[in-house]
């Protein structure tokens, strides 16, 4: 599931969703509808400022608020109107939504220390990351099949999401997406269109380096 390789030059821009509460506390969100912080609805105007001179042909976003309100700053200074689609939610994790990493970790050792080893573990008894990948990346596709030629996709969604896709788009093994960073909250990568696929042209970009707080760490 490579994309179209037909050289139309479009890109693909994975914005991640501003600071929440449960960020700072580093409590695992998963599919919990979370609002942004005040801090994270700042985030996401600043950012939207810069990807707004990316001239966007199209926005679309996770329906979970942290996600829809981070995409409304970008549609507020573009003019363009935000599609939402519940494909491109976090994972749903279980019984591990809602607990701190040490919690986690504490509780979860085994089925921890295997998510890190790259084993495809349902985490808290919810979705594979393959899963993830298999609902959120055609929804993406979808989208980024309807622009024009030299076009711009904006997605809106979560860390553990857009790494997921960014990594079936890519058509690296699912054992390697942990290869792929972490996005710090109101971040983003860029996919451009190659002449066999998608190529990732910046990951984590936006932001003087800072901790990654949320679900993928």
Avoid at 70 to 99: I, K, N, P, S
Avoid at 116 to 139: F, Q
Wanted: with cysteine; hydrophobic share 40%; net charge negative.
């Amino acid at each position: 599931m490579n994309g179209s390789s037909s050289g139309r030059g479009r890109r693909i821009v994975l914005w991640r969703h501003g600071q929440t509460a449960w960020n700072l506390e580093r409590r695992f969100q998963g599919s919990t509808d979370i609002e942004l912080t005040e801090a994270g609805v700042g985030q996401a105007r600043r950012a939207a400022r810069l990807l707004a001179s990316l001239k966007p042909d199209a926005i679309v976003a996770s329906d979970l608020r942290r996600a829809s309100a981070t995409a409304a700053e970008l549609a507020a200074v573009t003019g363009l109107t935000v599609e939402h689609d519940a494909g491109l939610r976090e994972t749903y994790a279980g019984a591990w939504q809602g607990l701190t990493h040490e919690e986690i970790v504490e509780r979860y050792a085994e089925q921890y220390a295997a998510w890190k080893r790259g084993e495809a573990v349902r985490r808290g008894g919810g979705e594979l990351e393959t899963e993830v990948a298999d609902r959120a990346a055609p929804v993406v596709l979808g989208h980024a099949d309807k622009l024009p030629d030299g076009g711009t996709l904006v997605v809106v969604s979560h860390g553990g999401t857009i790494r997921t896709t960014i990594g079936r788009l890519l058509g690296l093994d699912a054992h390697h997406w942990e290869g792929l960073g972490g996005l710090t909250n109101c971040c983003w990568s860029v996919l451009g269109e190659g002449a066999r696929g998608w190529r990732l042209l910046e990951h984590n970009a936006g932001t003087l380096p800072e901790p990654v707080l949320g679900d993928d760490d």
